[in-house]
């Protein structure tokens, strides 16, 4: 996807079918006083979206912060970026982009991609979430799920290296998580069963737009062996998952 920086402080991006319903989610953060997202300025004459441009280091391209207190505070801003959405009405022909095999649910608008590479950070602390193209309606723990594949880091050593993200603490790193977005003690329990159902609708969507359709970036990724990789993750939960759930326990 062409992403482009301007002079003028803003980023613009090719807008799709999913675009006004992003946009009128982005202007209802802005009414609420949530500063974890970029504003959205509309659409230029090349009909690309147009968003303010957010200063800071992103952990996916520029490395993970080391501290483990990074981690309450991706749980703070998820759970912050899920009750900013009080009172929000999407437009009523909103057309979300939902990637097939998507986890089912409209508890809230989730933003299904909460990876490294999508925060902002700041002085070693998470202040944002960007590209925001995914958000769709979901159960508030398919972002809880994602961001602790990446921040605990739920996933194998091996991946985990690949970011400098620490194997030695998962533990406490996704303890901390829970409490940054204070899950209550019935969501701890089947926390892993979230993990296990979006790495299945991950590998869905590849499978459908990358093997099938063969669209873009999502083909690449496929041919690449990103479903494969998303089943090793799978097999590695499947190993820990006794570990993992007494954890959370």
Do not use: K
């Not at 009128?24 to 441009?53: I, K, N, Q, S």
């Amino acid at each position: 996807m062409s992403v482009t920086i301007c002079e003028d402080g803003t980023v613009r991006r090719p807008a799709g079918p999913w675009t006004p319903a992003v946009h009128a989610l982005l202007r209802h953060f802005e009414d609420a006083g949530f500063d974890g997202a970029a504003r959205a300025l509309g659409v230029d004459a090349e009909g690309r979206e147009v968003l303010t441009y957010i200063e800071g280091d992103v952990p996916g391209v520029d490395g993970a912060p080391p501290g483990d207190d990074v981690v309450f505070a991706v749980g703070e801003l998820v759970r912050a970026m899920h009750e900013a959405q009080a009172g929000f009405e999407p437009p009523a022909d909103s057309a979300w982009q939902v990637l097939p095999g998507a986890v089912p649910g409209d508890e809230v608008i989730c933003h299904n991609d909460v990876l490294g590479h999508n925060f902002i950070v700041r002085d070693g602390r998470p202040v944002a979430l960007i590209d925001w193209e995914l958000a769709a309606p979901g159960p508030r723990l398919t972002d809880v799920a994602a961001a602790a594949m990446w921040w605990a880091p739920l996933r194998s050593d091996a991946a985990a290296r690949r970011y400098g993200l620490p194997i030695d603490r998962r533990i406490e790193r996704l303890r901390l998580l829970a409490d940054g977005y204070d899950l209550e003690a019935d969501e701890r329990r089947v926390l892993i069963d979230a993990v296990l159902r979006l790495l299945g609708a991950w590998h869905e969507a590849y499978r459908v737009l990358g093997a099938v359709e063969r669209h873009e970036p999502w083909a690449q990724r496929w041919d690449d062996g990103q479903g494969d990789r998303i089943l090793a993750g799978v097999t590695w939960i499947e190993q820990h998952r006794e570990e993992l759930d007494r954890w959370l326990s």
